[in-house]
């Protein structure tokens, strides 16, 4: 009895051949190399590099995605601000929210797609400047009261299969694909 209490409720009820399919290919997508396997062998010392200082922006560049249907607002990244860090695998960028009557509000973001997590490092003031947000946080990406936006904007091209995507050309060909806008 204490054997079976090692494997996972949702297997347990399983045929023996089955569980075995299910366990290869468990295996197999967290195999050592892939972006699943590094992701968890890299999550007890993970450490996040400085953070670089928000990068200027321009928001007449911006590839905008909407965050959802219901939502007055319209969500932008300029593309010449998107860092993908090979070094903590933190995608940093500017988001640009805005509404149809062009309030805007901008924010400096990092999001880590191995644990589906965001962080927002500073805010741009209307004054043209940039205040640091004190003590940023990670915040999971399902929890209600984190922000939607960095959620679709993982979906829409930032992650991919908990991996940051390979490169900012890449990224930007995904945003731009109307087939992704609501690919949830």
């Given at each position: 009895?204490?054997?079976?209490?090692?494997?996972?409720?949702?297997?347990?009820?399983?045929?023996?051949?089955?569980?075995?399919?299910?366990?290869?290919?468990?295996?197999?997508?967290?195999?050592?190399?892939?972006?699943?396997?590094?992701?968890?062998?890299?999550?007890?010392?993970?450490?996040?590099?400085?953070?670089?200082?928000p990068?200027?922006?321009?928001?007449?560049?911006?590839?905008?995605?909407?965050?959802?249907?219901?939502?007055?607002?319209?969500?932008?990244?300029?593309?010449?601000?998107?860092?993908?860090?090979k070094?903590?695998?933190?995608?940093?960028?500017?988001?640009?929210?805005?509404?149809?009557?062009?309030?805007?509000?901008?924010?400096?973001?990092?999001?880590?797609?191995?644990?589906?997590?965001?962080?927002?490092?500073?805010?741009?003031?209307?004054?043209?400047?940039?205040?640091?947000?004190?003590?940023?946080?990670?915040?999971?990406?399902?929890?209600?009261?984190?922000?939607?936006?960095?959620?679709?904007?993982?979906?829409?091209?930032?992650?991919?299969?908990?991996?940051p995507?390979?490169?900012?050309?890449e990224?930007?060909?995904?945003?731009?694909?109307?087939?992704?806008?609501?690919?949830?």
């Amino acid at each position: 009895m204490q054997s079976l209490q090692k494997i996972p409720a949702c297997l347990r009820f399983l045929p023996a051949g089955l569980t075995a399919v299910v366990l290869a290919i468990a295996l197999n997508t967290a195999w050592p190399g892939s972006a699943y396997a590094q992701a968890y062998l890299d999550a007890a010392d993970w450490k996040e590099i400085d953070v670089p200082p928000p990068p200027a922006f321009d928001v007449a560049k911006l590839i905008t995605f909407e965050v959802s249907s219901n939502s007055a607002l319209t969500y932008g990244v300029d593309p010449a601000t998107v860092l993908i860090s090979k070094v903590d695998g933190v995608v940093r960028y500017v988001i640009v929210a805005f509404s149809a009557t062009g309030s805007k509000n901008i924010m400096y973001e990092g999001l880590r797609c191995s644990t589906g997590e965001a962080k927002t490092y500073a805010r741009y003031t209307p004054d043209g400047r940039w205040m640091s947000v004190t003590d940023p946080k990670w915040r999971s990406l399902f929890d209600v009261s984190t922000p939607r936006h960095p959620l679709r904007f993982a979906r829409a091209g930032a992650c991919d299969s908990g991996a940051p995507v390979g490169t900012v050309r890449e990224l930007v060909a995904k945003l731009k694909n109307p087939a992704l806008r609501f690919a949830d």
